[in-house]
């Protein structure tokens, strides 16, 4: 059963749940700071490391982390190094940074290579099916023809029916498309029944659940070995297979998995905080190295990833810098394309350095057909996800990737623009006509215009459907690299109908600003499909800044940063007018994970006590029932919420709060592990203070158990102030009393219920069975 299928007013998916603090875990202190005890109020004496307010319980997968806790163990574990004496006092937080930093430093390096091996693997298998290199079978296209001159034929390269000597054009053309739908059933079935059996996370992008996990949600088995060895494999796979995905999402689970996996490995003494601002990190050289966009890298985690949710964001900033340089360097020096570069689709070369003011109209329109289609992307993939989820499909994962990867071949190998690689198709639309390189299946004959602008839409309205289905199958995919593609194919489409249309009417007033020559080329198409896919990126990702820098950096056009910002903007303008979310905020609310997008709520006049559960509806704790210890540790074990208010009296007055699975662990240890377990067992208790004291210490004083930083607010406050509370300050609970008596509670699930109650898949596939 999901976490989510339970009532939200019971807070069950946060069970197990308990925060770590200082002196616990794998960054605990010296033995000496271990051994701290805390005076009690009744006298006694409770020993830390003995089960009391300082006993380290672990997290459960599906939980999320107190940040205020993990953020006040750091500081104490931080404290403890520098109070060491002597020599030790100086090296342990010198050695303590240096293991930080070497992790950071490898995981650039890491990720790198990790793309450069990706880039090369993909290319060699995509061309595999259409060809191999007459003097080396591991040669891709590329490889095989490099030395020659521009216009020069490439003899070496051969495609299967020319290699097997294959005459007859028939024969040719049912040997060529044979070889090209089974590679691409067995490179997608092969993706497939590694994920299926291997590594069930390895799926999807990997994006949502970063964004989820980096804002507190403990999911580990995400970040696995095993996922960053078959998300790696899997993903070289889908890629070549010709699927309509792309590689650029899962960079950033690989390379998030490889920060954490080095993390492991040289033993950081981090606690969950400080462990997702070093995935932070890593997410930012994960998009660094699938885009070589070190600076769009780190505005991406800054904007899509809102890595300013963290308390200190100027020391998430540089590290994630330093990591997407380190990645980006890497990735330069292995110059896995031989272009010596790292900018993936130059244009810059092919554009002048000015643009004409008619030419915001066509542009304009692009940015709205960005919009339109952007969000009809997403609202069909979510179509298309939900009914995978509700019939027969979702039970035979494989059996769908290889009969929609044969649906795939068969339909692209029909339309010439759909038949090579995504990368290829987006680097020749982006590129402006040029004699030398020759004409890319006759883009650049104006005779063509109308069969061309037909090809292009024909192939942007089959990759928006294949997209919409494949995002989402059991293969690792990524949806940038496919929305680049359709927007680059409208946008050429545009392009190539401005372009015709001035060279019809080149006296016309609109014109007037292009030169008198007809030889000098007044528009350039290619960067109309730079346009177009930023518009396209725009309106599936609502992302705005960082897009814009991903694209310059991604094109080198520099000098047409204005025309590519305006375009974002609008599309995402006319995208929010449809729909509010983009595609990984839809992800997010489909499977309902505990994030909370960080945008301003505004009600309408409602109040806390809209949302909040009562508090008659509540399972409390009433101080001194059950009456014994064991009693009280009998009710800890069977609910399974995250934490209890405790209240005391006839009037509900409240106590306070405490964290279930920390008090189940402390009362485990008293009654078994002391030496007099046995005469605790049968004690009475009380949470509240000073009353153990008085009583003459015949009752257990839990009163150090209580949740120290629970926030009460009243019933009657702004629910906008509430929702906000819980964006900025990451709660996990309020409280809410009038005039000292408990009247109800609020959890983080209200309010995730609440930002996604406008979304018609919301919860949908909370709790999606993983084959």
């Not at 639309?429 to 069969?451: M, S, V």
């Not at 494949?470 to 680059?488: C, E, N, Q, R």
């Amino acid at each position: 059963m999901s976490i989510w299928d339970s009532p939200r007013r019971h807070m069950d998916w946060l069970k197990s749940w308990s925060p770590r603090v200082p002196g616990a875990g794998p960054g605990a202190p010296s033995d000496s700071a271990r051994s701290s005890f805390e005076l009690l109020e009744r006298g006694g004496l409770l020993r830390a490391d003995a089960g009391g307010l300082d006993a380290a319980v672990p997290y459960a997968e599906g939980t999320t982390i107190d940040w205020h806790r993990e953020e006040a163990a750091e500081r104490e574990r931080r404290r403890t190094l520098r109070a060491e004496r002597g020599l030790r006092g100086v090296l342990a937080p010198v050695a303590d940074s240096a293991r930080t930093w070497l992790v950071i430093v490898l995981t650039g390096l890491g990720i790198g290579v990790a793309g450069a091996w990706l880039d090369v693997l993909v290319r060699w298998l995509g061309d595999l099916r259409e060809g191999r290199c007459t003097y080396g079978f591991f040669y891709n296209q590329v490889a095989c023809c490099s030395g020659l001159d521009p216009g020069e034929v490439c003899t070496e390269w051969k495609t299967w029916s020319e290699y097997l000597r294959v005459s007859s054009i028939l024969g040719q053309s049912l040997l060529q498309a044979w070889i090209y739908i089974a590679l691409a059933i067995m490179f997608a079935g092969s993706a497939a029944v590694l994920v299926v059996t291997y590594a069930p996370y390895a799926f999807h992008t990997g994006i949502p659940e970063i964004k989820a996990i980096l804002r507190g949600y403990v999911f580990d088995a995400f970040l696995s070995p095993w996922t960053l060895l078959i998300k790696a494999l899997g993903l070289a796979l889908a890629v070549a297979s010709g699927l309509s995905l792309g590689k650029e999402g899962p960079l950033v689970h690989v390379s998030c998995c490889l920060a954490f996996l080095l993390s492991r490995i040289f033993r950081l003494q981090h606690n969950e905080s400080q462990k997702r601002k070093l995935l932070a990190a890593a997410a930012a050289a994960g998009v660094s190295v699938a885009f070589g966009s070190p600076l769009g890298g780190v505005l991406f985690g800054l904007e899509e990833l809102d890595t300013f949710a963290f308390s200190n964001e100027s020391d998430v900033l540089w590290r994630g810098f330093v990591t997407s340089v380190i990645a980006a360097v890497s990735l330069q020096y292995i110059d896995p394309f031989g272009t010596s570069k790292l900018v993936l689709f130059e244009v810059s070369g092919a554009v002048g350095d000015t643009w004409r003011a008619f030419e915001l109209i066509p542009w304009m329109l692009l940015a709205i057909v960005g919009g339109v289609v952007g969000t009809l992307l997403i609202r069909l993939n979510a179509a298309a996800a939900v009914y995978r989820r509700n019939s027969a499909i979702h039970d035979w994962p494989v059996l769908e990737v290889v009969s929609f990867a044969a649906l795939t071949g068969a339909v692209c190998y029909l339309v010439v623009f759909l038949r090579v690689q995504t990368s290829e198709l987006v680097a020749n639309l982006f590129q402006e006509c040029d004699a030398t390189k020759g004409d890319y299946h006759g883009l650049c004959n104006p005779t063509a215009l109308w069969h061309n602008v037909f090809l292009l839409i024909l192939t942007a309205a089959v990759k928006v459907l294949l997209t919409a289905w494949t995002f989402g199958m059991m293969v690792p995919a990524g949806i940038f690299l496919p929305t680049i593609a359709i927007g680059a194919c409208f946008g050429r489409a545009v392009g190539l109908l401005t372009q015709g249309l001035q060279r019809a009417y080149p006296d016309a007033p609109i014109f007037s600003s292009c030169p008198p020559d007809a030889s000098i080329r007044c528009i350039s198409p290619g960067f109309y499909a730079v346009v177009g896919a930023a518009a396209m990126l725009g309106g599936v990702t609502r992302m705005t800044v960082s897009l814009v820098v991903i694209m310059f950096e991604l094109t080198g056009a520099l000098s047409h940063v204005l025309p590519i910002m305006i375009s974002v903007v609008v599309s995402k303008w006319v995208a929010d007018a449809l729909g509010r979310d983009g595609i990984y905020t839809v992800w997010i609310a489909m499977r309902r994970y505990p994030w909370l997008p960080p945008g301003e709520h505004r009600d309408s006049g409602q109040t806390a006590a809209q949302i909040m559960t009562p508090a008659p509806d509540l399972v409390v704790l009433r101080d001194g029932a059950p009456r014994s210890v064991a009693e009280l540790l009998a009710f800890a074990r069977a609910h399974r919420f995250h934490g209890l208010p405790v209240v005391a009296g006839e009037d509900d007055m409240l106590v306070g709060f405490v964290v279930r699975e920390k008090l189940r662990a402390y009362l485990e240890r008293l009654t078994t592990e002391e030496p007099d377990g046995a005469l605790n067992a049968d004690r009475g208790w009380t949470f509240v203070r000073g009353a153990a004291a008085a009583g003459g210490g015949e009752r257990v004083d839990l009163a150090p158990l209580l949740d120290p930083a629970t926030l009460q607010l009243r019933k009657d406050v702004p629910l906008q102030l509430v929702v906000n509370m819980f964006q900025k300050m990451n709660l996990r609970h309020v409280l809410f009393s009038q005039e000292g008596r408990l009247t109800g509670l609020v959890t983080k699930t209200d309010i995730v219920w609440l930002l996604n109650a406008h979304s018609p898949h919301a919860g949908q596939l909370a709790g999606e069975k993983v084959h």
